[in-house]
């Protein structure tokens, strides 16, 4: 795991960009339990492949992961500033 003093306790699913896993710290004794979205993008390095097939050179590839990079920052920046709603799911880090 990525996150010190973090340990994960199984997969909770799989999506289009990721999985998310149910986690848990302990601090003295109290346990503090989380979901981690880990992002993945690209899923596989064969979506690398198809994009050079289609005709993209290196830096149209890197422009359109970018995009998406930008994409998901935005979907975090969203959730932040609804942080306060109690139907949206809070985003702690990033």
């Known amino acids: ?4 003093g973090w340990e994960t306790v199984g997969e ?3 999506g ?3 999985a ?4 848990r710290r302990s601090i003295l004794d109290d346990t503090e ?3 981690l ?5 690209p899923q596989k390095d064969s979506e690398i492949d198809a994009l050079y097939a289609e005709g ?5 590839v890197a422009q ?3 995009q998406d990079l930008r994409g998901i920052l935005a979907e975090y920046k969203m959730m932040r500033q609804m942080s306060d709603c109690v139907n949206v799911v809070k985003c702690d880090d990033v």
């Open 64 to 66: 359109l992961y970018e």
């Open 37 to 41: 979205k880990v992002i993945t993008v």
């Open 16 to 18: 289009g960009y990721g």
């Open 33 to 35: 339990d989380a979901a």
């Open 20 to 23: 998310v896993y149910h986690i």
């Open 12 to 14: 909770i699913g799989k």
């Open 1 to 4: 795991m990525l996150w010190p």
């Open 56 to 60: 993209h050179d290196t830096a149209s």
